[in-house]
């Protein structure tokens, strides 16, 4: 049984190598390009352009991407290689300083009214101070 085995392996390997492949097949890069250019006409439909040119629908979405991909990567290139850009030195005003409001609180308690300003700059110490007023 064990040489049975060696020689059903070799044969089930022999017939694995010897599997024909499908071609890709390659389209003209004419074609290509009237299909894509027929994709972006308004009220197209990729799937009517590639049953109109005999193409499978999947294939001219793949083609719409590598292209998107490509119009990306050539834009990259021309803003890292500089050209196109332009520094433009925008006028700045100096920022103001313009003076926070205070923190107004005013307490009742009873006949009793307290009324405090505190400097926003502070406000952490305001908020525990009021905490422990009012327990």
Do not use: Y
């Amino acid at each position: 049984m064990l040489g049975h085995s060696r020689v059903h392996d070799r044969l089930v390997m022999d017939t694995m190598e010897h599997t024909k492949r499908k071609k890709v097949q390659q389209h003209p890069p004419e074609l290509r390009r009237q299909v894509l250019d027929a994709c972006v006409q308004p009220g197209a439909s990729v799937a009517k352009v590639a049953l109109a040119h005999g193409l499978n629908a999947n294939m001219v979405h793949a083609w719409r991407k590598q292209e998107r991909d490509k119009q990306v990567h050539q834009s990259d290139g021309v803003a890292a290689a500089g050209k196109g850009v332009e520094f433009i030195a925008l006028p700045m005003t100096a920022p103001t300083t313009s003076a926070l409001p205070d923190i107004r609180i005013e307490l009742r308690r009873g006949a009793t009214t307290v009324s405090i300003t505190w400097p926003v700059q502070a406000a952490r110490e305001c908020a525990v101070w009021l905490q422990e007023w009012l327990r």
